[in-house]
């Protein structure tokens, strides 16, 4: 019998419809995948399923029962967990708080049972093989996988039946997914189910035994995942087909040296990082997370301090903020990796982010033209698709892909030609990140240089010209041609250095 | 079936512990341990009998009516809010006492108790407000600051009455030789030490730090609103009680004095305007640099109009040494 049975599920913001007659059915004991382009309602689906938000119409039924939870605590007492695209984490209380965080053990004085409290955590990461996690560290101190990593543990920690990931991967390095994939196929043979929602169909490929297709806030589909081809679930999800994921490679670059960067370090995260990026070219930075690559990014766009020279079209600039790496006609963009975090202003509209930090290009004789705003950001809206409702929606309220899209907008908008693209398509739906590489490809023939990181290999092997690995803070090869591939990115990555 | 494997290059050793940032975390409260140092040793170097008990009681009796203001103060401003009302809640004490209080010990703590309880629902009311009307704390407290205060005026216009002098010798009580200012002093610290390791604690610190994760995790936001400014009425309270002792007379204006300095001894302490955190520890600190820069500027023999001067000037100083901590900090994460 299924566990999970939602019929005519609907939900509005307003004039905006995110769910509308949704039906969805799940059994214990499965991983049951939920797919869609960005802005379909997954998430909104599982805030309804977790008690964050109150669906308008339908019924959804668990084991058998009327479920209709008034907030989190009610979803969690009928034993329904989720791990959230935009992570529910406290950034002031500890690793192990936030994981019990309203469920601490207690001591007789009603005061958290601190000892108890090391104890269980440590048994729930050893029992689940969790990645090294100092469980008295402040979470604030963490990177966005690190904290993505202990989202998962605080969902466990509740021993829910049903589990919800939304996206839960789409922030960890391959080796932290490949893990958390193996650790939803145990879960489910532990009899829970799992719901799981990811943009990457090799992952959905790989552990789910069905899924459920949501097109516009409507479900499209329901598969046995082992009767349906890649390409008829794409299709369904788009409402089109799609040829190919990956645009031509045709090579753009030119001798020009957009940026030359000699003996770079910061810290203990980045010791001498030597490398030349040509106009026209889009260079790969790859290698396993945590050997500097967010580092170099971050110092690259003046938002962490480092040493060393950076020749910006054969000019040595010195670059100790992000405003120096923005101005002039010619500089340096960046898409950062957190969103919600260093990219969005939520509270603003969609418009407001597009162009607050170009606001200069609408002025004239110190007046602002509405008109010629409103144009830039019509093309800019309908060459990203960005689905909001209005122009002045909140970016807080777009689904996560859309407000990636917004990011990569803004970055557009600005006049920089050297573009730091790290993981510019987490999150974003298959039509979506087709047109980002094309978009890429297109920019680098206008003359463009693209530095690009992705935590999904195949990205790197398949739309980078070059590929640099990193691992130690410096760069340990440098990939061309036919040695692009994800074997001698990882052996690069991991092998001691020899000359490539 | 097949179990999920650690990642291979992650190991479970523990890292390093990260000295330098924990001691950036505690840089404003380290701070303020430095500023109260050199103030009371400026102060020993121009007064004889300052390293002493008696001095200790003294100093304690002076400040402790700000520090049970500043208590409720930190417990809001760790939630992220800001209670201005505490001002008109003081002033309602005293003249409640001033006006009620007799020599009849059993009618005395009766309205002892009356008040504390009107503390609390006040706050409480507070609390709900801000809840249900969805209103910045700083527009619903400033309001209900004066609605206390004009009540406070109705049943005392002036200055006057007077509390029995059994209630004013409470503030002299001693035990083993320290005074009861300073026995309260031990029971806010541990009162804190309790509080902040509840989840009730808990819930209200990390609501401070981050109210839409807080939400999500299953926290009640009305709830937390409401013993939050419920706890911070109830220090009020407390604090009047307390004022009563010092003034032996109810003042209808006397806790305007409170409400900024309330602030003050918090953020001096460490304690971070944006909520999630701080210490009580920090701000009782804080309260004792504020109230010994006026014994400093009495024995400086100077116009005692420079007690503002050198308070805001302190204020300052510490704002100043927590926000290159902060950043010093942020530097290092990234
Ligand atoms: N609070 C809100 N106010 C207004 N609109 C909202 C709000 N929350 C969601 N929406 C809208 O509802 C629609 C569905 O969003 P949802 O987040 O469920 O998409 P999603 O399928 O999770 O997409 P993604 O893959 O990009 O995460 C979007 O168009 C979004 O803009
Ligand atoms: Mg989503």
Known sequence: MDLVTVKGLSKRYGGIVALSEATFSARAGEVHALLGENGAGKSTFIQILSGAVQHDGGSIMVDGQEYRPANPDAAQARGIAAVFQELSLIPDLSVEQNIWFRHEPRTLLRTVNRGEMRRKTLALLEKYNFPALRPDQELRRLTLAERQIVEIAKGLAKDPRILILDEATSALPAREAEWLLKLTRQLAAEGRLVIFISHRMAEVRAIADRLTIFRNGSTVAAHEADAVSDNEIVTQMIGRRLDRLYPERVPTATDRIALGVKGFSSGSRLSGVDFALREGEVLGVGGLQGHGQRELFQSLFGATRASGTIELWGNQVSISNPRQALTGKDGIALVPEDRRGQGLLLTKSVRENLTLSVIKRFTENGLLSRQKEAALVKEMVDFLRIKAGTPEQLAGTLSGGNQQKVIFGKMLLTQARVLLLYDPTRGVDVGTKREIFQLMRDLAAKGYAILFHSSDMPELVHVADRVLVMRNGRIAATLEGDHISEEEILRAAMLETKAA | ?334
Not at chain 2, 102 to 114: C, E, G, H, I, R
Not at chain 2, 155 to 160: C, K, R, W
Not at chain 2, 263 to 283: D, E, K, P
Request: some cysteine.
């Open chain 2, 1 to 334: 079936m097949e179990m999920a494997q650690r990642p291979a290059e992650t190991k479970l050793t523990k890292p390093a512990i990260d000295w330098r940032g924990r001691l950036l975390d505690r840089a404003p409260f380290l701070v303020a341990c430095l500023m109260l140092a050199l103030i009371i040793g400026i102060y020993g170097g121009l007064q004889s009998g300052v390293f002493s008990l008696d001095e200790l009681n003294l100093d304690t009796a002076a400040a402790m009516t700000l520090m049970l203001a500043a208590t409720g103060q930190t417990i809001v401003l760790v939630r992220g809010g800001i209670d201005l009302s505490i001002g008109g809640m003081i002033s309602l004490g005293t003249v409640i006492a001033a006006t009620r209080f007799t020599d009849n010990p059993s009618t005395t703590a009766l309205w002892a108790l009356v008040i504390l309880a009107l503390g609390f629902l006040i706050g409480a009311l507070n609390g709900l407000l801000i809840s249900l009307l969805k209103l910045q704390p700083f527009l619903v407290t400033l309001a209900t600051w004066s609605i206390l205060n004009g009540v406070a005026m109705i049943i005392l216009p002036t200055d006057g009455g007077s509390v029995p002098g059994w209630w004013v010798g409470f503030a002299s009580a001693q035990l083993i030789g320290l005074t009861s200012p300073v026995w309260m002093l031990l029971a806010l610290l541990l009162f804190w030490w309790w509080f902040r390791a509840t989840r009730v604690g808990i819930a209200i610190q990390a609501t401070g730090s981050n109210e839409k994760s807080a939400f999500l995790s299953g926290v009640s936001i009305a709830r937390v609103n409401l013993v939050t400014y419920g706890l911070s009425g109830l220090f009020a309270a407390g604090a009047a009680l307390f004022l009563v002792t010092q003034t032996g007379t109810g003042s209808p204006t006397i806790g305007k004095d409170y409400i900024l300095p309330s602030v003050a001894a918090a953020v001096i302490g460490g304690v971070s305007l944006f909520g999630g955190r701080g210490h009580l520890a920090g701000t009782l600190i804080g309260a004792f640099v504020l109230t010994l820069i006026g014994n400093l500027v009495f024995v400086l023999h100077v116009s005692s109009y420079w007690q503002p001067v050198a308070s805001g000037v302190i204020l300052l100083l510490s704002v100043l040494a927590s926000s290159v901590a902060e950043k010093a900090a942020r530097n290092r994460v990234q």
